[in-house]
């Protein structure tokens, strides 16, 4: 079953997977002793998210380690990117707003 990556991303401990393995490939062991958790949820969770392809899982001996598909992740940077355009926008109008805002303050002054 291929499962959806933005399902994937919307658990706090699969984002916080994802931000560890970011740094370098972990084995599941080192991946588990970062949480208060059992080692089969942590299990489940790199179960996800290797699904939805964005951890890819290297044996190398007798360990696996995951790392970071960046390509799959910028699957999500190309959704966010839409609404990138918007915020851009209105924080440029926040900011202009501002300024004017504390133009008038000074010439009052």
Aim: hydrophobic share 40%.
């Amino acid at each position: 079953m291929r499962r959806d990556i933005f399902q994937a991303i919307a658990d706090p401990t699969r984002r916080a997977i994802i931000a560890l393995i970011a740094l370098h490939a972990m084995t599941p062991n080192a991946i588990a002793e970062q949480f208060d958790t059992s080692r089969q949820a942590v299990s489940k969770h790199l179960k996800i998210l290797t699904e939805c392809e964005l951890l890819k899982p290297n044996q190398q001996g007798r360990e696996i380690y995951y790392s970071l598909d960046i390509e799959k992740m910028k699957e999500v940077d190309r959704w966010l990117d839409q609404f990138r355009a918007i915020w851009e926008s209105r924080f440029d109008s926040l900011d202009a707003y501002l300024a004017k805002i504390q133009k008038e303050r000074n010439d009052d002054q």
